[in-house]
Nanobody, 124 residues
Framework: QLQLVESGGGLVQPGGSLRLSCAAS????????VGWFRQAPGKGREGISS????????VYADSVKGRFTISTDTAKKTVYLEMNSLKPEDTAVYYC?????????????????WGQGTQVTVSS
């Protein structure tokens, strides 16, 4: 069974940091692109970052550029999202997703496999 499982969410103060993990089971992440998405209450699901596991090329949404860093450990079948300088507007459920092929994308409709999500709350 193909699965993605996110972890690492929680409550953090503004300006703080969190690292999210996305672990794959039932398949390898070789020759895939893995994306991170988030959905705040009452809003649509936003693509925030995507990485190619083939060459490490990554893209970021403007809303997180310079604050978030995506990385991959294919041996561990895990993709990470390091989030720094967190703001209250970063509060959302964060999802990881995977698609075949190495082309990165922030478009949610291109991704086939999805995790169940992890809550991130930024509040004092």
């Amino acid at each position: 069974q193909l699965q993605l499982v996110e972890s690492g969410g929680g409550l953090v103060q503004p300006g703080g940091s969190l690292r999210l993990s996305c672990a794959a089971s039932g398949f390898t992440l070789d020759y895939h692109a893995v994306g991170w998405f988030r959905q705040a209450p009452g809003k649509g699901r936003e693509g925030i970052s995507s990485i190619s596991t083939s060459d490490g090329f990554a893209v970021y949404a403007d809303s997180v550029k310079g604050r978030f860093t995506i990385s991959t450990d294919t041996a561990k079948k895990t993709v990470y999202l390091e989030m720094n300088s967190l703001k209250p507007e970063d509060t959302a459920v964060y999802y990881c997703a995977a698609k075949s092929g190495s082309l990165v994308s922030l478009g949610r409709n291109e991704y086939r496999y999805w995790g169940q999500g992890t809550q991130v709350t930024v509040s004092s």
